[in-house]
């Protein structure tokens, strides 16, 4: 360990320094090892964290703000620190005799003591304090308007009453919540992420935490909430038209790449579904970013006819170890050691239900049969889907060696219909394709070659993968995106 201590008000810039504190038992069993070593002829500078006079008989450095154990990032005492400089060059935690003969450069200490002995947690380390400390010694100030709220308001019924929320409960984002959740990054808190539609405004990583507190995340899960952001915020993706189309369209977040696992997320049994904290809190942070920043609120700017639960959160990881196939964003053109984000305007999921199947012909097929119907089994090429397939389904592919170019090859081609039974009208029905579309050509495709995608999720028992739709339009109005998490 390292840190500069130049900006601390230190005791001593060279010789031995100890954080103790009276509530220690550890503590006070090296009070003759602090006799000792104070006897020496370097200097040492005893920090006591509780009591001013502790240990007794000694010139004691009483830390009551605790900004001398906070700049040492002190998590145990006693802790025994080499000061060189300004610098630490060396410390030992909790007592441990050898270690602490290592730092002070002394043989023989503490005689007749154990060899060992555990410390105890820092006061650094409680929950209140800790926020307070970071808060107060964070090289930023939050920029964001203070609400203050009563003495009798309850912070999440003002939050409701604000318009804040998504319908469900949020976290208070206390500066001290806010401080920490910008632990997980290292932009600072006023760079600006984007311009956000649909009311243009300045989205900065600040705003982003807010937001991520709000949903419930943790600090690790903010570089993930950034990037999708950032990519929501792009012309192609069109976070604006999704917001404001009377279709159900929500955005579609999948995780690839180191990240997800080092994050917790789950890209295996109820994947899609509740019961994970990244994957519920991520997507629930982009979409309250969205409603917060961007301006996008039910009734407002977002029409929605019925909308989705997935308007709601929608995130999930690639189960990039179990697939028998590459992940999406090494498809679309990163390395398998870049964590990505991909956006996806969709909703669903959708059921695909096939436990009979045992060739990849007959499973392409059924997949075929229920993309179809997407949007209307007489719309073409203005819709694209995510295919979520499962481990049942994907063991099919893999044992007939069956690459992802070629399920979507056999998919597609079961899906390029003749144009008169796509047609408006056909059949008795009036929704369809144009008729002027179907004369100029007698087959039609469901999808664009580039509307189609495969992932791989889900647990191991149930032989049902599911589709997420995309929004009507394709292309025109909204293009996946994938987009690299700065980690």
Same mark, same amino acid.
């Given at each position: ?5 130049? !900006? ?19 503590? &006070? ?7 000792? $070593? ?23 450095? &009483?830390?009551?703000?605790? =900004? %001398? !154990? ?38 023989? $200490? ?29 090289? &930023? ?35 001290? *919540?806010?401080?920490?959740? $910008? ?13 956000? #539609? ?11 935490? %807010? ?10 899960? $903010? ?11 792009? !012309? ?21 790449? #180191? ?43 977002? *029409? ?39 956006? /996806? ?6 059921? %695909?239900?096939?436990?009979?199947? *045992?060739?990849?012909? !007959? ?20 819709? =694209? ?11 099919? /592919? *893999? ?35 144009? #008729? ?17 995608? /495969?992932? &791989? ?31």
């Amino acid at each position: 360990m390292s840190s500069n201590l130049a !900006s601390t008000h230190l005791p001593i810039t060279d010789g031995l320094l100890v954080v103790v504190k009276d509530e220690c038992e550890t503590c &006070h069993l090296t009070i003759p090892v602090l006799e000792e $070593l104070i006897r020496g002829e370097e200097p040492v500078a005893v920090v006591s964290q509780d009591l001013a006079d502790f240990p007794p008989g000694m010139e004691v450095i &009483h830390d009551l703000e605790l =900004d %001398i !154990s906070w700049k040492l990032s002190t998590e145990t005492t006693p802790t025994i620190y080499r000061i060189r400089n300004g610098e630490v060059v060396d410390q030992q935690e909790g007592w441990l005799r050898s270690g602490w003969e290592r730092v002070a450069a002394v043989n023989d $200490l503490g005689a007749g003591l154990p060899d060992q002995r555990p410390g105890c947690g820092s006061d650094t380390m409680l929950p209140e304090t800790y926020q307070r400390l970071m808060r107060r010694h964070s090289p &930023h100030r939050l920029a964001s308007r203070r609400v203050e709220l009563g003495s009798s308001e309850d912070p999440m019924e003002a939050a409701f009453a604000r318009g804040w929320t998504d319908g469900l409960p949020v976290t208070p984002p206390t500066e001290e *919540r806010v401080a920490t959740m $910008l632990q997980g990054t290292a932009l600072p808190p006023d760079e600006v992420v984007c311009v956000l #539609p649909p009311d243009l405004a300045e989205c900065t990583v600040e705003k982003v935490a %807010i937001n991520a507190v709000m949903a419930g995340c943790l600090p690790e899960y $903010l570089p993930v909430v950034v990037a999708g952001v950032r990519a929501a915020a792009t !012309s192609r993706f069109n976070i604006h038209g999704i917001s404001a189309t009377t279709y159900f369209t929500g955005p579609v977040l999948v995780v690839n790449g #180191p990240i997800r696992p080092r994050i917790g997320m789950n890209s295996g049994i109820n994947a899609l579904g509740q019961g994970n904290r990244a994957n519920m809190t991520i997507g629930r942070a982009l979409n309250l970013v969205v409603r917060n920043v961007g301006g996008a609120r039910p009734g407002g700017v977002d *029409r929605a006819a019925l909308g989705s639960p997935g308007k709601l959160s929608f995130c999930f990881p690639e189960d990039e170890e179990g697939s028998p196939w590459e992940p999406l964003s090494v498809e679309r053109g990163f390395s398998p050691q870049d964590s990505t984000v991909t956006l /996806f305007a969709g909703h669903g999921p959708i059921e %695909i239900v096939d436990q009979r199947s *045992r060739t990849p012909e !007959s499973l392409a097929k059924t997949f075929a049969l229920q993309l179809r119907m997407l949007g209307h089994p007489k719309i073409a090429g203005l819709s =694209d889907a995510i295919v979520v397939v499962s481990p049942e389904h994907a063991r099919v /592919f *893999r044992e007939a060696a069956w690459s992802k170019a070629r399920l979507r090859q056999e998919v597609l081609s079961s899906l390029t219909l003749p144009s008169d039974r796509m047609v408006a009208g056909a059949d008795g029905v009036a929704e369809g394709m144009p #008729p002027h579309l179907a004369a100029a050509r007698p087959r039609m495709s469901k999808f664009a070659p580039d509307g189609l995608w /495969f992932v &791989h999720a889900g647990g191991d028992a149930g032989m049902f993968s599911a589709i997420i739709s995309g929004w009507i339009g394709g292309a025109a109005s909204s293009q996946m995106i994938t987009m690299a998490i700065d980690s």
